[in-house]
């Protein structure tokens, strides 16, 4: 299943990998891993989330120690024991999504640590910050603004200009473009070719895989912590390379995937419609309806919107166009609970849980009115009781309506915030990320859950990353790309591989922007 | 703890440490569930049957209670008798009002710093009414709508401008603070003259007895008994706790936190003014900034409290053990012949080992309100 990379071979490569393994505790999460890079070669690496990218790059970075295998630069072996000792060697990673926190200024986080910096006057290394910078990514920063103040995107030239700066001889990004726009990308891959011009080798790490056929030689792919293949790309690149790509990520097709079998109830009447419901500079018009007794799904990379689409739907972020519930418009957080909305986010700790309270108040917070007099008194007998059958229904453990909720589980968490929302009687659900952190067993009871929800005529939206969450609840799927609907996949459609091949960019679906207008 | 969507899109639950010839085994989530009853078992029987419910320090504030009783009784003999003790509860009255306001903001997750200027203003207002010849009960009201624009000013900067509680209530503490000796004059104290006090006004100085409790205690109890009632057994005040330790939990259940947090600090300075009423009525006049001493004892009076509950949340019966703890301590210094001078170190040190033996003692780090009143800034 390997064709072998194209790429002319002339003395020996920048960078081989042979045979790395790494286990933590009982679990093998890199088996005889094998990479090699040429020198003034772009070099993808693709998996799935947990294929061992990471822990190989970090490996390679001297973070990690492999139980077994080989590093050789320019055929010499070589140990990587630390960080430093992959610095020595003239190895810099850019990582995703590193946050350069702290009070500096541009300047001083540029040279933050670097010997000649010291002695310097301020005005003289922010002169040469804004050349450098200028220079090393062909784009352009004030070296007197705070970092903290900087967008992602600008954040990430500081890191890129670091990493020019330090002349490495390989270079690794993990997911560099992910915060980008289009326009910026572009800039990044200037950057890139001139890097690669110079001879060096880099590790590109992506899931864009349309953006990584435009840089990259070739796609190395890793499932289940073994290599899976290679296939070449660029000009090099064979017809439906992306494709391949993405069976050797998945590694299975699609006939293997089974559904769900359908549910007996029909759709009712759209619950919940979105009509060109948009949040500038993250997600473009979409209009969407969710009908009784159907689960919509949403999913999307990184910087595709579905990071911000949950919050803007539940009235948490502002937005633009208009939002229906039960055929009423409504409008904030408040409006959307009192027109029968139920919001389950993303980060429970900070959004969902009231992780300092017990289980009680937990399962009574949407629902105060419920339980107590007209007078505003709460009815304490009714609280204590339905309290008990929510926590029997969700098989919460432990099952003590006094317990706080910061020492229950991850998944004893979700399934209280689920039952606030049970208790509220709510109707439309917007369920960001429902199983992020949650443990098998668990998982499977809030799946069950969410399947009686729908029995019972009620509508979900359901936003999330895993794909096999997707394909197992949701009736219909629509996929986000950089802020624009690509594809709205029925149920039997539904694949691991069809979504993750819209998701990033490898497969088009020419009319489906037309449909989201 | 911000939530990464997709860093990788597919299925966080594939396992890599399986062997890789085995067969794929994904399973839909649907057809997980029959599999799930037996995990579930596996997953849960690590976890605790049931959640201790008291915890060591919790005992903390009482003990010290009980030390400071019983030491006062070994050093001096009139400590311990009647009118001894009523005398404090009597004092302390004032405080306690405080303190009940306190915990109402401090629950609702703020400060609140200008809370004596309430009680000023209100006492001021009171007095300058009673001195102009008005009403007990003109004087009353005027200084009840006195101090709740405190309370309002407060809200409008923290609900409205977003300005953080402890600046917003600091500010008002300053701007209120100048307010009162320009009013007064640059500082001058206002006496009200025997016969020019109504009735009514003497009563809830001093002469007055409710169910033969002076008017203060009463008042106090009341308000505790309603502070209480208001927090622990309504609607609102559970959704004020709600919204005051997670306001975005909150509001993603659909609750007003703007709202709550408003009411508040309004009520937190109506209730104030009732003791800056109180405070005329018993010093026949108005002295400056005499009810300021009352706000840094009434939030060392509500964190002493806090360490009543298991997880940190002020209460009113927790606020009245810490009143309780600085009144006794305070009177006993006075008999044992401490000077007054010695009171502030008494009342600094009781609650630094207070909060400190909580701090010892919590099981997993000083939660609550402490910790967000002195910790790292979040959101």
Known sequence: MTSASEVPQAGPALLRLDGITKSFGPATVL??????????????????NGAGKSTLIKVLTGFHTAEAGQIRLDGHPVQINRPSDAERLG?????????LAGRLTVAEQLYLGTPGARGASRRALEARAAADIERATGQQLNPRVLVEDLTVAQQQLIQLTRAVLAEPRLLVLDE????????????????????????????????????????????????????????????????????????????????????????????????????????????????????????????????????????????????????????RRYRGAVGFVARGGAYVPANRRRDGLLVNASLRENLSLASL???????????RGAERRRAAELIARLDVRPADAGAIASRLSGGNQQKVVLGRWLAAQARIFVLDQPTSGVDVGSRSQIYQQINRLVDEGAAVLLVTVDLEELVGLADRTVVLYRGERVAELAREDTTVDAVLGYASGASHAPDATQEAA | ?????????????????????????????????????????????????????????????????????????????????????????????????????????????????????????SALAAAALIADGYYAWVAIAGGLVFGAVVGLVNALLIVGLRIPPFLATLSVWFVGTSVQQLLTGG????????????????????????????????????????????????????????????PRAAAIAGRRVGALTFSAYVIASLLAAVAGVLLAARTNGFVPASGQLYVLDAIGAVFIGATLSRIGRPSVPGTLVGVLIFALLANGMNLIGLSFFWQGLGRGVALLLILLAGVVLAREGAGGPLRRLLGPARR
Do not use: C, K
């Open chain 1, 176 to 327: 560099p473009t992910a915060p980008l726009a289009a326009a910026e990308v572009q800039q990044l891959f200037t950057t890139l070719r001139t890097l690669r011009g110079r001879g060096v080798g880099i590790i590109y790490i992506s899931h864009y895989l349309q953006e990584l056929e435009q840089i990259a030689t070739r796609a190395v792919v890793l499932r289940n912590g073994r290599n899976a293949g290679e296939v070449a790309l660029g000009e090099h690149a064979g017809h439906g390379a992306l494709e391949r790509v993405v069976e050797l990520m998945v590694g299975r097709s699609v006939e293997e995937f089974e559904h769900r079998p359908a549910r007996t109830a029909r759709v009712g009447e759209p619950l919940l419609r979105l009509r060109g419901l948009a949040v500038p500079g993250h997600l473009a018009p979409l209009s969407l309806d969710v009908g009784a007794g159907e689960i919509v799904g949403i999913t999307g990379l990184v910087g595709s919107g579905v990071e911000v689409l949950a919050d803007a739907v539940a009235g948490r972020r502002a937005h633009e166009g208009e939002a229906l519930a039960a055929g």
């Open chain 1, 91 to 99: 190895i810099r990673v850019i990582h995703q999504d590193q946050h």
């Open chain 2, 187 to 246: 500082g001058a104290p206002i006496y009200l003259s025997g016969p020019r006090v109504p009735a009514e006004f003497a009563f809830l100085g001093g002469t007055g007895l409710v169910a033969g409790v002076p008017v203060a205690i009463a008042a106090a109890l009341a308000v505790a008994v309603l502070g209480w009632a208001l927090l622990e057994t309504t609607r609102f005040g559970r959704a004020l706790t709600a919204a005051g330790e997670q």
């Open chain 2, 1 to 121: 703890m911000s939530h990464s969507p997709v860093e990788a899109p597919v299925n966080p639950g594939a396992t890599t440490a399986a062997p890789a010839h085995a067969a794929p085994t994904h399973t839909t989530p649907a057809q997980t569930v029959p599999a799930g009853s037996e995990l579930r078992r596996g997953a849960t029987s690590r976890q605790r049957g049931g959640l201790p419910r008291l915890d060591a320090r919790q005992l903390v504030a009482p003990l010290a209670l009980a030390a400071i009783l019983f030491v006062f009784t070994l050093l001096s003999d009139q400590f311990l008798r009647a009118d001894n003790l009523a005398a404090v509860l009597n004092q302390s009255a004032l405080l306690a009002l405080a303190a009940v306001a306190m915990t109402l903001v401090v629950r609702a997750g703020g400060i609140d710093l200008s809370l004596g200027v309430a009680i000023d203003l």
């Open chain 1, 369 to 379: 009115r419920s339980i107590s007099t007209r007078l505003g008194l709460l009815r």
């Open chain 1, 31 to 48: 088996h005889a891993v094998e990479l090699d890079v040429q020198p003034g070669e772009i070099v993808g690496l693709v998996g799935e």
